[in-house]
């Protein structure tokens, strides 16, 4: 394993070609299921794939290490010079044989290019969005501003050298922990980037660290301390309002009995004497001959009169 050079660039081109294979199928997903979105939409929906897939790349790199097939392939980008372990078959054994407990089987090794291919596809996967932000942002109805994009392809080519420097520096701890660490920033922009159909572009200026987490939300920056609890509470204070109102209107509703009557019917007092002659008195009113008794409401409780004829 000494003997193998720390950079090969012969193989780049196979293993690019492997990463596109890896995207192809991404790709044609997206295209064919958006595409009779606007642009902005399949922006979006771009970002939001590519995000699904840079987290998918987190967890298999961290199975990459965790398996200790970091050092599958000892060289960088391709294996023994080869752009697949196919090709690398031989020196692959011969490196088995002489430590058989080492980082170096055929398993390790394709654990390590699939890693290398998923990263290969991630990036070709950022340049396509790189391409249709600038072309949403020239037609004006981009959401975003497409120099994040841009950063973001910027990052990640970064990566790929962080990841070589893993791989030639034997894992080396703190190089280990930076890649894992610049694994997760470049899902900052496409988080952002679900903003897509907001009323304003999101400039990368207007996000910065530490200014009360700010984040993307419907198209503009809000703080989480700042104006989105502000604007969560005043919807809880609009749906309390109306609740009150719709609670005080039953109540009313229920004095009332959906009829208007005359006060007197309802407030009238209860006569303890019938007289005699039995006759009514105003109309609408119980007369002398009536008995006014009150019935209570099985709901509210309040007293209703009912007139009973005597």
């Known amino acids: ?43 979006r929906a771009l970002a939001l794939l590519t995000l699904f897939l840079s987290f998918d790349l987190v967890l298999l790199g961290a199975y990459t290490r965790l398996s200790d097939s970091g050092l599958g392939c000892p060289d960088w980008p391709g294996c023994y010079g080869h752009a697949s372990p196919v090709g690398a078959q031989a020196p692959i054994a011969e490196a088995h044989a002489a430590m058989p407990s080492g980082p170096v089987s055929a398993k390790k090794a394709w654990i390590e290019m699939a890693h290398r291919y998923s990263a290969t596809a991630i990036g070709l996967l950022i340049i396509a969005l790189v391409v249709l932000s600038w072309r949403a942002s020239h037609r004006g109805k981009a959401g975003i501003s497409p120099w994040w994009a841009v950063a973001t392809l910027t990052w990640v080519s970064l990566q790929g050298a962080f990841g070589a420097l893993t791989v030639t520096m034997s894992l080396y701890p703190a190089i280990v922990t930076l890649h894992l660490l610049g694994g997760l920033l470049p899902q900052r922009y496409a988080a952002c980037h679900d903003a897509g159909d907001g009323q304003r572009r999101i400039e990368p200026a207007e996000l910065r660290l530490g200014e009360g987490d700010r984040r993307c939300e419907g198209g503009r920056v809000a703080g989480v301390g700042d104006h989105g609890e502000h604007a969560v509470a005043a919807q809880r204070r609009q749906l309390l309002a109306a609740a009150e109102r719709v609670r005080q209107a039953r109540v009313v509703g229920a004095h009332v009995g959906g009829h208007h009557r005359p006060a007197g019917l309802r407030e009238r007092p209860h006569r303890g004497r019938a007289d005699a002659a039995g006759g009514a008195g105003d109309e609408g009113y119980p007369g002398h001959g009536d008995a006014v008794t009150s019935t209570r409401s099985p709901r509210h409780g309040h007293g209703r009169p009912a007139v009973e004829q005597g």
């Open 1 to 43: 394993m000494s003997n193998v050079a720390a950079y090969d660039l012969a193989p780049l081109l196979g293993v690019v070609g492997f990463g596109m294979l890896f995207a192809v199928g991404p790709l044609a997903w997206f295209a064919l299921r958006h595409r009779a979105t606007t642009p902005a939409a399949r922006l």
